[in-house]
């Protein structure tokens, strides 16, 4: 039980740096949060409120700092996340509670896509490497991967959102009539395809560029040419004993990139206004909501880490050697 | 095969020289200055403007060539601090193993794992100074670790070679065997990995400055997009602003990966096929 001692003990440290960069970062930085936030509020500033602002941010200076550290912690981990800035007097919790839904719905599906596409794309051109389709799947991975991705999404915005009218310019559902069932489902999937093309776009080319790699790595072993000299059919080798082994790889990021479904996307909502995570730490940012924006930090790190557990955990049974 | 090899190389390096000429011979290609009003705000493209006016009634064109300017000295440099930070950390874990191994490596796996765009939006939130530094250095601090993964790895094997071994008998500092025997050694790895923090400098500069954290007032293809999506470009039509600075970092970051894809199969027979 050695491996997964280990495994936890990462967790929990990977976890205390995320909480211990959102508990410095605030106190590194010159000048008071609390006659920040009072100051974003207008108005005459007594020095009674600003030193009752302090309590309320647990940053007065009777408190001292382990003491901050460990109420912060406890808060925290609690999901009591204080209240937004931007929103007050709305819990920051309730917002992103608000948001959550949307987003792993939106970025779960795109990635599970992307996926299955990129990596039946990376088998055949693996499969056939150096030829043209090769050549072309290769180097259009690669250029479309180059692309900022939040730029493909203005791209796709403009041309068919805008130019062509075919798709909303914003939003995750109709927002100027009252749909329920169906119709409300339907005007979801038209409200998400564009932001769900352009993650799909954006990640395809790494699903392509890995499977690839792997296939070509995996069909210059000696069972492939045992396969072919016992006179294997091509479709058998390519999936029956190729992409088999080839495949491994793939799977550990794909579940890797599960964890990355509450953060992947946050320039991708930007662009299409979509009511997730990613567009309400926009708004964090941009109004100085730093509550906000710590728990969302925290909560995109948290299901990081936990895909990374889950998938250290799904390997100690998956793989002997582990066991110790 | 060396021929096909090379063809990726070549068009990888012939685009990266390309930026370095624009960049350097800016206000000989330029066609107006890049900060002078110059028409009608959101002009579209004419032969005059082949890329249109911005909201300003600057040339876009003339905005693209100076922004290659910061764009590349930012990516560059960042990749360059971005590696050395890989490289020191790498090879100190590689080397010395043991209690250091196991701290060092530690700190690797919590930066690959705690994800990059978010840290670097938090703490660009902070820093109230907004330009070209803290931009260089949240992503290079956020972003090291990979690297850093690799350079350990194969910092471990070289270790236990009969030459490094060799070195250590004869008294060598340890500095200097890292330096000149280790390092020589993994040069190809290190261009690699350059590449690649390149590449991810490019993006993430690109990002942060569409998010505004960059110096607004200054002209990179990433406060290009930044201006022209809180202008409304595109609802005004003016694709060429948009269109323009987006390809332009596809473009170099396509240079960069090319090149680092050519010398990944220049190392590894594998990927060459048969």
Known sequence: ?324 | MVRRLNKKAIVGLSIFFFFVVIAFFAPFLAPYDPNEFVGIPYSRPTSEHILGLDRMGRDILSQLIYGTRLSLIVGLTTGTLMTTISLLIGMTAGYFGGLVDRILSTIIDVFMVIPGLPLMIVIASYIRFRGVVPIILVISFTSWAPGARVIRAQTLTMRNREFILASKITGEKSRRIIFSEIMPNMLSLISSNFFVACLTAIVGEASLEFLGFGDVSAITWGTMLYWAQNSSALLNNSWGWVLAPGIAIATLGASFALLNFSIDELTNPKLRGV
């Not at chain 1, 203005?154 to 939003?171: H, R």
């Not at chain 1, 730490?281 to 299901?303: E, R, W």
């Open chain 1, 1 to 324: 039980m050695k491996y997964l001692r280990e495994k936890i003990v990462f967790f929990i440290i990977a976890l205390l740096s995320a909480l211990i960069i959102n508990f410095v970062l605030p106190r590194l930085m010159p000048g008071d949060p609390a006659e920040r936030i009072l100051l974003k509020m207008g108005g005459d500033i007594q020095p009674e409120a600003v030193e009752a602002m302090r309590i309320a941010l647990g940053v007065d200076k009777e408190t001292p700092i382990l003491k901050q550290f460990f109420s912060y912690l406890k808060n925290t981990l609690t999901f009591n996340f204080g209240i937004s800035y931007s929103y007050y007097p709305v819990p920051v919790k309730d917002l992103i509670l608000d948001a959550l839904p949307w987003t792993i719905g939106l970025v779960g599906i795109s990635t599970l896509i992307s996926f299955v596409l990129g990596t039946a794309l990376g088998i055949r051109a693996g499969w056939n490497r150096n030829k043209p389709i090769d050549s072309f799947v290769t180097i259009s991975s690669l250029i479309i991967r180059g692309f900022p991705y939040f730029w493909l999404a203005l791209i796709l915005l403009y041309v068919f959102g805008f130019l062509l009218n075919l798709f909303p310019l914003s939003n995750a559902y109709s927002t100027h009539e009252f749909l329920k069932g169906w119709k409300f489902f339907g005007s979801v999937i038209y409200h998400g395809f564009l932001p769900g093309l352009t993650l799909v776009l954006a990640s395809l080319g790494t699903w392509i560029l890995t499977m690839r790699n792997n296939m070509v790595s995996v069909l210059s072993e000696d069972f492939i040419l045992v396969a072919e000299a016992k006179g294997l059919k091509d479709k058998d080798i390519m999936n029956k004993y190729a992409a088999r082994n080839a495949l491994l790889p793939s799977v550990t990021s794909f579940g890797l990139s599960l964890g990355y479904i509450v953060g992947g996307a946050l320039l991708t909502e930007i662009v299409f206004s979509y009511p997730g995570i990613g567009y309400l730490m926009y708004k964090g940012v941009t109004s100085q909501d730093y509550p906000l924006m710590q728990a969302i930090f925290f909560i995109i790190s948290l299901s990081v880490l936990i895909a990374n557990f889950m998938l250290d955990f799904v390997y100690m049974f998956l793989d002997p050697r582990t066991r110790g």
